[in-house]
């Protein structure tokens, strides 16, 4: 995890805001560490972004070879995977539609774009669909090889009326392909007001010769702005912005701030369209709040459980909320691992803590490490999320 300097940020973001003077000018100075940017861009998810800017254009001869290459091969590294969810999203779209089963695809397939060189990178397939079909999709998804990591999970139910759910637990195939099956998209309530207008505004889009629904640009650039913002403090990174810049044309700003003031969180929302308004027109003067949010996007996402420890205003709350995060219920546990009744529920909590542990381990380090500036960036996190 690398902390950009002022000059990788000056130079990556002279990049993602078009700004052909400033790289130039960033170039010039023969002061850049390429593979430190390498880095960055590739922990960001956003290498088909720059590729697609510097493939066309003369900015790429003023770049090392090596710089391309390196950034070619880590695009690769992700496309291939991309490959196999894109194959496996028009299986699954062609049964729903078969069965007449309501679904929208969310986020990544929503933003694949089959005219551009390179193409956006996938981790899973989102699809949201109605609390009562979820016995069905299921059933489907089963049909087409997916099949859930831990077989004795609890019943459907037991999920769709516990508020701290909004999908079922994970699904995969033989190939890897993970599959996330939502019935709502924020949680703490029952109803999810956003969850129903993507319903009402889908839209069905023709992608390599099949029919997809998608959300409309409304709906989806108000719910990639909440994934990349309120729901995990920000830990996606510069992909949030690049894939809200590229909708920005396609969308009513007061529609999706209509949305946003529903989820609370209109405040971010006016943030990323005076970004993409930057985007249009540098001689936009950007806010306080703007440069925030940029220095927050840019800085190494951070873990979202380690965020709202450290936002807690006092130990007390830190503690408790550290607390809350190791002493998970019943139902996550249980959606987690294959439960053995005959061995103790601590056996369970230790191996998820060995599993979290050696998952989280490196964030851990990095937190402690930079402590000072990641607590400068929660409390940016914390400023722009007050709504």
């Not at 089959?114 to 049909?143: F, G």
């Amino acid at each position: 995890m690398l902390i950009p300097n002022e000059l990788e940020k000056n130079l990556i973001y002279s990049l993602i805001f078009n700004d052909s003077e400033k790289f130039e000018e960033i170039i010039s100075n023969n002061r850049i560490n390429f593979e430190r940017i390498v880095s960055i861009i590739s922990s960001n998810r956003i290498e088909h972004f720059v590729l697609n800017k510097l493939k066309p254009s003369s900015r790429f001869s003023k770049l090392p070879k090596i710089f391309f290459e390196q950034l070619q091969k880590n695009y690769f590294k992700k496309a291939i995977p991309t490959l196999k969810i894109i194959e496996k999203v028009f299986l699954l779209s062609n049964k729903l539609q078969e069965i007449n089963l309501e679904h929208v695809f969310l986020k990544g397939i929503a933003l694949h774009d089959q005219n551009k060189n390179y193409i956006r990178p996938m981790r899973d397939i989102d699809v949201l669909v109605n609390p009562e079909d979820l016995t069905q999709i299921v059933k489907l998804a089963e049909s087409l090889g997916f099949k859930f990591k831990n077989k004795s999970n609890e019943s459907i139910e037991n999920f769709i009326n516990n508020s701290s759910f909004y999908d079922l637990p994970l699904m995969t195939d033989d190939n890897g392909v993970f599959l996330e099956i939502h019935f709502r998209i924020t949680t703490k309530s029952d109803n999810c007001s956003l969850k129903d207008y993507i319903f009402e505004s889908k839209r069905l889009i023709k992608s390599h010769g099949n029919n997809i629904y998608i959300p409309s640009p409304n709906s989806l650039f108000a719910h990639l702005v909440y994934h990349g913002s309120q729901k995990g403090n920000f830990n996606v990174g510069l992909i949030a912005l690049v894939d809200l810049l590229q909708l920005f044309d396609e969308v009513d700003n007061d529609e999706v701030l209509k949305i946003s003031e529903l989820l609370k969180m209109r405040k971010i929302s006016e943030l990323f369209f005076e970004l993409a308004e930057f985007f249009k027109n540098k001689e936009t003067i950007l806010s306080k709040d703007a440069e925030k949010l940029k220095e927050v996007l840019i800085f190494p996402p951070v873990n979202s459980k380690i965020t709202e420890i450290l936002n807690q205003e006092s130990l007390s709350k830190m503690l408790v909320k550290f607390k809350d995060t190791l002493f998970v219920s019943k139902t996550h546990l249980e959606r987690e691992f294959e439960i053995n009744k005959s061995l103790p529920k601590n056996f369970y909590f230790i191996k998820r803590w060995a599993g979290q542990a050696n998952k989280y381990l490196p964030e851990f380090f990095f937190t402690f490490k930079n402590l000072n500036l990641v607590n400068k960036r929660n409390k940016n996190v914390k400023a722009l999320l007050k709504n």
